[in-house]
T-cell receptor
Framework: DGGITQSPKYLFRKEGQNVTLSCEQN?????MYWYRQDPGQGLRLIYY???????QKGDIAEGYSVSREKKESFPLTVTSAQKNPTAFYLC?????????????FGSGTRLTVV | DAKTTQPTSMDCAEGRAANLPCNHS???????VYWYRQIHSQGPQYIIH???NNETNEMASLIITEDRKSSTLILPHATLRDTAVYYC??????????????FGKGTKLSVKP
């Protein structure tokens, strides 16, 4: 079955360390997205990519970096510059043939800084 | 982008209809109303969307007022599995790979036995 796989499901990071969250999709979607969710809050857009080798900052890109070398993969690196990285991170993709109703989300990675 | 206002939380009895309101008084003519929901610790799931006509699918119905300044998502027979946060989002229906969803805090719907 096609879908989006995020790994790991839970991740612990020491302060000052960089960590990379994986997002892989086999839906042949061009657009991919990273969102951050804090407890009791909605989702906030970190970065998005509309095509391979291209990506744009979202509303809260500071302290994060991404790459889009392959259509299937859109990893997110949480750097030491991100002051409050503990959150639930969601990856999504969308087919260009569909409007904003065509989002598919992964099951998320919960990052905790210890 | 038009902003939306939703109640923070609502309760519904199992088997009854759940009616979730959304105000979007600044919506523009080319903006759609989308509804997504997020079950605890999972990614959001698309429910339904519409422009000005009422819409129905296997999951829900969407009623949009004639002036388009508000809408209501209706789950006709709520089950315990419908307990989730429901997001009302107003955006243009971008084609291609353009555009992205902007989420507010949504409505926490609790379906009770």
């Amino acid at each position: 079955d096609g879908g989006i796989t995020q790994s790991p499901k839970y991740l612990f990071r020491k302060e000052g360390q960089n960590v990379t969250l994986s997002c892989e999709q086999n839906l042949n979607h061009d657009a991919m997205y990273w969102y951050r969710q804090d407890p009791g809050q909605g989702l906030r857009l970190i970065y998005y990519s509309q095509i391979v080798n291209d990506f744009q900052k979202g509303d809260i890109a500071e302290g994060y970096s991404v790459s889009r070398e392959k259509k299937e993969s859109f990893p997110l690196t949480v750097t030491s510059a991100q002051k409050n990285p503990t959150a639930f991170y969601l990856c999504a993709s969308r087919s260009p043939g569909q409007g904003l109703y065509g989002y598919t989300f992964g099951s998320g990675t919960r990052l905790t800084v210890v | 982008d038009a902003k939306t206002t939703q109640p923070t939380s609502m309760d519904c009895a199992e088997g009854r209809a759940a009616n979730l309101p959304c105000n979007h008084s600044t919506i523009s003519g080319n903006e759609y109303v989308y509804w997504y929901r997020q079950i605890h610790s999972q990614g959001p799931q698309y429910i339904i969307h519409g422009l000005k006509n009422n819409e129905t699918n296997e999951m829900a119905s969407l009623i949009i007022t004639e002036d388009r300044k508000s809408s209501t998502l209706i789950l006709p027979h709520a089950t315990l599995r419908d307990t989730a946060v429901y997001y009302c989002i107003v955006r243009e229906n971008y084609g291609g790979s353009q555009g992205n969803l902007i989420f507010g805090k949504g409505t926490k719907l609790s379906v009770k036995p």
